[in-house]
């Protein structure tokens, strides 16, 4: 079995706060500079992603950092250019997935979740693809983190080195009623307004370029949509071909399935995270034998503020991890 840490983090006592915490980030940080050129990947299925690269040009044998944003987010979230920037800065390469639709229209109906690993699956290859030589490190963040940690039970073919997860929901049920409950209704109610607006852009572009696909999204009843039960019930499940909530959160919750994980893989949580409860937390016998998880008992939702030097606790804490396996 995996082993269960006490993680480091202690923040001054007027940055105890979980909100404070969690939305120091998006309200309070100015959004890192960070140098970077795109690319456009074609998937099977006609659809594209868009990546977003930093850090040094490619050479053979380098290692290659994978990142991948939480629900709403994008390559341009202040934690995935926060990571990129001090990835960047210590002459690490880097590339930012941006997920279906995340940072602007994609050309199908689909977008992603929780269990989705196809898109992922894609970009490992790309990555792999240009370079079969170098070492690979997948950081994934929030819902990105569940997705990574999907990969790695289902289809892991060892072209990872390694996987940090942040604040994953383990647990999707769980998180969905935490949402429902308290301050953190506030959060769901933006995540929610978000995608929302997201798939109205997304059926305004398909209906330009490809009708068949928009027909997809008119079908979907996106009225009443006010909790993720019943976004995921009435947008992901059918999207997908789920059964409802319940079957999604029953396939896709990352929680049940870290027993088998086999590549070395660090789960940063807390325990005051305002996206889920203490009960989302595994017990050891429940982790893998290369699953280190790493918990804190504040930090928010993928915040870890501290204060000085050390403000930005999360991206010095990966780049630890990064750098811990000696490649560059």
Not at 123 to 140: K, S, Y
Not at 245 to 250: D, E, K, N, S, T
Not at 310 to 324: D, T
Request: net charge positive.
């Amino acid at each position: 079995m995996g082993e269960i840490v006490r993680s480091p983090f202690q923040p001054p006592v007027w940055l105890r706060n979980p909100h404070l915490q969690t939305l120091w980030g998006p309200l309070g940080r100015a959004l890192p500079e960070v140098e970077r050129h795109s690319e456009w990947l074609p998937l099977a299925d006609g659809d594209q992603l868009l990546l977003d690269w930093a850090g040094p040009q490619p050479h053979p044998g380098q290692l290659t950092v994978i990142l991948l944003h939480g629900l709403s987010g994008c390559s341009d979230s202040h934690y995935m250019r926060g990571i990129q920037k001090a990835l960047a800065d210590a002459g690490v390469r880097s590339v930012a997935i941006n997920s279906r639709g995340a940072k602007q229209p994609n050309d199908t109906a689909l977008c992603y979740h929780a269990g989705e690993t196809d898109d992922v699956d894609a970009v490992i290859e790309h990555v792999f693809a240009q370079d079969p030589t170098g070492n690979r490190i997948a950081i994934g963040v929030s819902l990105g983190g569940s997705r990574l940690l999907n990969w790695l039970a289902h289809r892991d073919n060892g072209k990872l080195t390694a996987v940090a997860s942040v604040c994953a929901p383990l647990r999707l049920d769980l998180c969905a009623n935490r949402l429902d409950r308290g301050l953190s209704k506030l959060y769901r109610q933006h995540l929610l307004k978000t995608l929302l607006g997201q798939l109205g852009d997304k059926k305004r572009h398909l209906d330009k370029v490809n009708p068949p696909e928009a027909k997809r999204l008119h079908r979907l009843n996106m009225n009443g949509i006010r909790s993720f039960w019943r976004y995921d019930d009435q947008i992901i499940a059918p999207l997908y071909g789920f059964r409802g909530a319940y079957h999604y959160y029953a396939q896709c919750s990352a929680g049940p399935k870290l027993l088998q994980i086999r590549t070395p893989t660090l789960m940063l949580q807390n325990r005051d995270d305002p996206f889920m409860t203490p009960d989302t937390l595994p017990r050891q016998e429940e982790l893998g034998p290369a699953v280190t998880l790493e918990v804190s008992e504040y930090g928010g939702h993928v915040g870890f503020i501290n204060h000085g030097p050390q403000r930005f606790w999360l991206e010095q804490r990966l780049m630890a991890f990064v750098q811990g396996f000696g490649f560059r």
